[in-house]
């Protein structure tokens, strides 16, 4: 049969590249994938808050809103940590191992920054899930955003691990990038969420 | 078979490039080796098998339903039990048979072979999402014979299934059923979007991808966007029962109807995430057994992608008796009686391809011909229930009862069983019995119609759904009755269908590679598939590849075949893009489906399971990424990194 | 093999009993449970003594929906209106660890059917026994003396209380060793 | 009409007779609801028959024999050109038929929900699990009328039947008067409806609220309007004292027993709402939300066992001697 190939047109695809990034990669559009799902996931939460609210008078009922400081330092946290996360994920198109490593590391931290911060933030929310739905919906948002925070910093740290091993090579890279990715994920839901949560009973007041 | 277009890319015997595939792909052996495996044929044919089971199952609980109604005030089983069987029958059908044998199996088995890839999207995800799945399964039914099977319905409404109406854990156990089921389809739905994206043989552009591919495609999108919908209404409602939430507790700004509508975002897409596998089912063998490319295959795509949206613009019309306004109750009106435009295209397009074919008719092609003469019916019952007024009074009986088993049994389960016909001798490489397959066909079609179309009249006559029973003074004793006894020739069909997979098995006449002349790829290799699935990677230059292949259709050559080495493929054009590798068979996808059963199912009891539980998860998903030396030393040296 | 064979039928059989047990509902109590007789304390009950075998307690104490109907009653029968959700009012509270008259399930009953000095009426002949047994689990459960599977979640009202299911075990001084107890700690 | 409703009339011959029934109206809403419904049914009807058709004939002359399968065609792009455009008017048309259906849909909510609800007389209608509480409300407190599971109206007059549920959503549908509107708990739905004619409908719930979910019927008695305020203000009054020994045993009996809890007879010390007001119990023609006749037979079988009868029903069984539960039967039987 290997013989019977050579007069049979082929199409030779030896020279392709093996390490590739965006939407050229199988994983990009994986993590694309989860991404639509847990953003899903969101929006319909958010709907939930405000239609919750749209069938009860006073907004928030008998609580203070929540307080602003924590949520919105950890807002500032997020936004900040963009930086240092561009930076790793154009470093890693290009294959650069210690820049990875050490946008690796520092991800890792800025990450316990956020959960410190977010474990204040949720010591300040005013309300308590167990009393009235408005206190369920705040719970439920901020609790699904911190499991995606988890996850995230869990990642991170796995990867930033593996990244001081000699298993080292380009897929790794590939892997990184998507990780910062994901990341980018986090930070942008967090903002709706950030005004949700700390805006919205503001802006409703009533 | 002198018609069928022999396949440049069958393997053949002893052929040395086939060994060394074979070496590379071949699935683990022994008893831990079956938790290993990976690839797509193995696990489709095990979502296929169980879903089959499951299926087999809640018929059985329908049958004990129409045993409980073929007499009035019958004390053959109390309500307790009643309701916990007809919300398993429901549930079960829904979320254990429908969706994972339409969208999951059924997918994962052929979107691969049908876009000439080795293997799906993520393996190890999928084996992941399989063992989700069978433990989902499995779970329901222990606790269904431990007397704690879920007892609100397959809707389970708040307040009814919410934490001060619904003691003990009934409940919960449906909410964490539909955790099991929601991850796998989901799951699921990523790898088909990105196998059908990314792996498509190279040439299979856009407007070449198969009907059954693009249907596939359509429904993955359909399960990402659905599926939060229940993800959140199941969550809010186990929280409501274990941690004291108050989402649904009118006293405190609660609101019941906020479970409807999370509910039916999802519901209403569920109906055609069912039934659009059904509907391109139907294109693939119309086109084979019409022998002749499909009519209208941009009406048809366009179609089936049309119906996909709109499908998220009806919900509502679930909810019309709730008192909602009245702008929106039109709206949604219009949406509903909408969606049979899309559909009506469709088949419109399939008659005249039947009409200006040449029809052979085959099992499955009956079987098609069975969805055209119940599904309609089911269609036009639909345009009943969309308006408003007449909603309002078939709405919650059993005219609507009839109307979803024509729809679901005909959009779904004719097609479904048609796919068994055409595929069963690619999957096992054998034939079925044409004999055999006939008389379970009319069989099913009389006793389908015996059993549900009775039904219509017994909903007008004020028969409501989900009644335990009925009084003898209400007319509806002898429609029951009748009912029933069509029950029986079901029944039979089902299991003469079983008798006929099981001589087949034994001694079947052995397929060949192409049994029907069909067009696509997954007809180009043998029957049943290698490990490698092709010998070389096709490509493609039609969208019927066999039927359209050139004489001289060039092969794909120059992939690593040292390693599972797979070709990506540009989206639209499907030129090819750059390599990429499966990852090997590995016993942790199991594991992680493991330690997330022992998660989900402690929650149901205790609350702090969900955070002590996720460890173990953790555990296993790292185990699970992570890369072994060798492999990366390989591809160390053989990285070539994209041009940027 | 065949020691997995015998793990798998063992953890069966220990879901069915509890899952059963748990999820057991008995519509018809049949005559001995539905007579309003209220047993034999009609005549002679002294604090603190065994009336009744524990059978005919436990057999509602395990299933979360007499429990459950407990709970219905509790409210049906306006217990509220003296003991508010159990944290008293006109009447003591009865989600703490005090317990003027006993807190074993027999000395609930016959609080319940004979009355107690200042206010506590007697409803003898009025609720059937098991109703009255029915109460007396959930009664329990208000201070947390069932396990948190079978004792109620929260209720569609305004949120007094923590939920039962959610309510930490108080531990009656009275109580040293008792059959609940057991139980739990099986 | 007249024409189609007498070949529908041949369909669903068994549907045209009967207390709860879609398919004969007994209200100017349930009519209208039904001629859409006939204009749909006859739409479809006719264009599935020309569907099949079409398929049928199709395969009879394009299907070939033999177990031989032919080589695909090539397709015949005339032929197709032709084709295509009958497939589009075949769409077109139904398009067309969509919207006449839709128009018509339109209507008739208009017309269902063009019924003067100012004008209309207001009855509250709570849901319980598993019967229908039934409220007249009135100025003067003395002279609000509570009754259960069986809803009396004037005939040719609005009624608005103002609806919610005391526990899980209920749905309330009497199918000859009206189509069906639900009881959900945090919410108050108004339904307007008319019936034309005195005369007894039965409806039943038609949302899962639970075990006994297949027993939860009411009655609909339509009474010409001064048969109905009779009605009314013979229901305000309280029920007459015993006027026999026997009958004062059984008034005791009642006020000793589980009854006391959960139920109320005016003029007695009964005053529970958890259970149906029974203070005009023999005046209602079935007991237990529709179950059975309200014969002394049935009531006692009911007393003595109802989980025997509605399992899972609130109401307890009520062991008794046979002498109580005579005279208790016999103070029943003066609830008039």
Known sequence: MAEDIKPRAVLDVSALPNVTFGTSSVTWWGIIGM?????????????????????????????????????????????????????????????????????????????????????????????????????????????????HLITDWVDTVVLTTLFFTPRIEGKRFVDAAENAAYWYFVVITWIPIYLVIYWAPRWLRS | ????????????????????????????????????????????????????????????????????????????????????????????????????????????????????????????LNAYSYYLYVMGGIMLFCFFFTNTGPD??????????????????????????????????????????????????????????????????????????????????????????????????????????????????????????????????????????????????????????????????????????????????????????????????????????????????????????????????????????????????????YFVVAHFHYVLIGGAVFPLFGAFMYWFPKITGRMLSEKLGMWSFWLFLIGFNITFFPMHIAGLRGMPRRVYTYGPGMGLTLLNQIESCGYILLFISVFMFLINVWMSLRNGERAPANPWGGGTLEWATSSPPPSYNFLYLPTVNGREALWDAA??????????????????????????????????????????????????????????????????????????????????????ERDKWQKT | MRRHLLILSSIAAVLTVAGCKREHRVFDPGATGAQVANGVQLTDVHVGQVAHP???????????????????????????????????????????????????????????????????????????????????????????QLPSDIAPSRSDTMPTRNAEQATKKEHPSDEYQQPVQQEKSR | MGAISQLAMLLFAPGFHGKQTALSPAGPQARTIEHTFLLIFWITAVVYVIVI????????????????????????????????????GALGVSIVLLFIMLVSSYRTSHATSALAASSALTINVYGHQW????????????????????????????????????????????????????????????????????????????????????????????????????WLSAQALSAPGPTTPQIAHGQQVFLSHPCVMCHTIGGTTANSRVGPDLTHLASRSTIAAGTLPNTIGNLAGWISNPQSIKPGCRMPPNPMSSTDLNDLLAYLETLR
């Not at chain 1, 309300?127 to 499991?147: E, N, P, R």
């Not at chain 2, 595939?21 to 696990?43: C, D, M, N, Q, Y």
């Not at chain 3, 217990?79 to 399930?105: E, F, R």
């Open chain 2, 152 to 397: 609100r319905g397959w809707f389970a409404y708040v307040p009814l299934s919410g934490p001060d109406y619904g003691p003990g854990k009934r409940a919960d156990v449906w909410a964490q059923l539909i955790t099991f089921t929601e991850v796998s389809a989901l799951a699921v739905a990523v790898e088909v979007v990105v196998t059908v994206f990314k792996l498509r043989a190279p040439g299979m552009s856009l407007n070449r991808i198969p009907l059954f591919v693009w249907g596939q495609v359509v429904t993955a999108f359909m399960v990402i966007f659905a599926m939060p919908g229940v993800v959140v209404a199941s969550t809010m409602l186990l929280l409501d029962r274990t941690t004291s939430t108050q989402f649904f507790n009118p006293a405190v700004g609660g609101d019941v109807l906020l479970y409807q509508h999370l509910f039916w975002w999802f519901g209403h897409p569920e109906v055609y995430i069912i039934f659009i596998p059904g509907t391109v089912i139907v294109s693939s063998i119309i086109t084979t057994f019409s022998r002749r490319h499909i009519f209208g295959y941009l009406a048809i795509v366009l179609s089936v992608i049309a119906t996909g949206f709109i499908a998220f613009g009806l919900w509502v019309h679930h909810m019309f008796a709730t008192g909602i306004p009245q702008m929106s109750e039109s709206f949604f009106t219009a949406a509903s009686m909408m969606i049979a435009i899309p559909t009506g295209t469709q088949i419109f397009c399939w008659v005249a391809t039947i009409v200006t074919g040449k029809v052979v008719l085959k099992t499955p092609m009956w079987w098609v011909l069975g969805f055209f003469f119940v599904f309609i019916i089911g269609g036009m019952t639909g345009i009943f229930v969309a308006a408003v007024p007449v909603d309002l009074q078939v709405h919650d009986t």
């Open chain 2, 551 to 636: 004489p001289n259709q060039p092969v794909v050559v120059g992939l690593h075949e040292d390693a599972r080495t797979f070709l990506t493929t540009r989206i639209i054009d499907a030129e090819p893009e750059g390599t990429d590798e499966f990852p090997a068979p590995t016993i942790w996808p199991f594991l992680a489906a493991v330690a997330t059963t022992v998660m989900f199912i402690g929650s149901i009891f205790r609350p702090v399971a969900v955070s002590i539980g996720a460890i173990p998860i953790a555990i296993t998903l790292i185990a699970w990424f992570w890369p072994t030396r060798q492999e990366a030393a390989r591809r160390r």
């Open chain 4, 53 to 88: 058709a079409v398929l049928a004939i199709g395969v009879w002359r394009a299907r070939i024999h033999g177990n031989e399968l032919p080589p695909p065609q090539p397709a015949n792009p005339v032929h197709d050109r032709i084709v295509a455009r009958i497939v589009a």
């Open chain 1, 35 to 147: 991404m639509a799902i847990e953003g899903g996931v969101f929006a319909l939460v958010i709907a939930s808050y405000f239609y919750l609210h749209s069938r009860t008078n006073t907004w928030p009922p008998g609580v203070l809103p929540p307080d602003l400081l924590w949520g919105s330092l950890n807002t500032a946290i997020f936004l900040l940590s963009v930086i240092p996360n561009e930076w790793y994920r154009r470093r890693a198109h290009k294959g650069d191992l210690r820049a990875v490593q050490i946008g690796l590391v520092v991800m890792t931290l800025v990450g316990v920054a956020n959960l410190v911060v977010r474990y204040m933030e949720l010591r300040h929310l005013n309300c308590d899930w167990t009393q009235t739905a408005y206190g369920s919906a705040v719970w439920f948002l901020i609790g699904l955003h911190v499991v």
């Open chain 4, 131 to 230: 019967w229908w509480e039934v409220e007249y409300p009135n100025k003067e407190p003395y002279k609000i009328v509570h009754t259960a599971n069986e809803i009396h109206v004037p005939a040719g007059v609005p009624v608005t039947i103002h609806a919610t549920s005391r526990d899980v959503i209920h749905s309330f549908w009497a199918p000859n008067i009206h189509g069906k509107k639900d009881l959900l708990p945090g919410y108050f739905n108004d339904l307007t409806l008319e019936v034309d004619q005195p005369g007894n409908w039965r409806g039943q719930c038609a949302e899962f609220c639970g075990e006994q979910h297949a027993h939860m019927s009411f009655e609909i008695v339509a009474q010409s309007p001064q048969d109905f305020q009779r």
């Open chain 3, 54 to 144: 524990p059978s005919a307690y436990s057999q509602y104490s395990d299933s979360a929906y007499a429990v459950g109907e407990g709970k219905r009653l509790y409210s049906a029968y306006n217990c509220v209106g003296c003991h508010a959700n159990g944290g008293g009012g006109i009447g003591p509270p009865l989600m703490d660890a005090v317990w003027i008259y006993g807190s074993k399930p027999e000395q609930i009953f016959s609080t319940i059917v004979q009355g107690r000095p200042n206010g506590m009426p007697s409803f003898a002949g009025k609720i059937p026994d098991y109703q009255v047994w029915e109460l007396v689990a959930y009664v329990r459960s208000m201070s947390g």
């Open chain 2, 1 to 124: 078979m002198s018609t069928s277009t022999v396949s440049p890319i069958l393997p053949e015997a002893g052929d040395p490039k086939a060994q060394q595939l074979e070496a590379i792909w071949r699935e683990p052996s022994g008893f831990i080796g079956w938790f290993k495996a990976v690839h797509h044929t193995t696990i489709g044919k095990r979502y296929m098998v169980t879903a089959f089971i499951f299926f087999l199952a809640a018929g059985i609980l329908a049958g004990l339903m129409r045993l409980q109604l073929a007499f009035p005030e019958a004390h053959i089983m109390g309500p307790d039990l009643y309701n916990q069987i007809f919300t398993m029958h429901g549930s079960v059908m829904m979320f254990l048979f429908a969706v994972p044998m339409m969208f999951e199996a059924l997918s994962v088995y052929f979107v691969p072979l049908m876009v000439g890839a080795r293997n799906i999207a993520f393996p190890r």
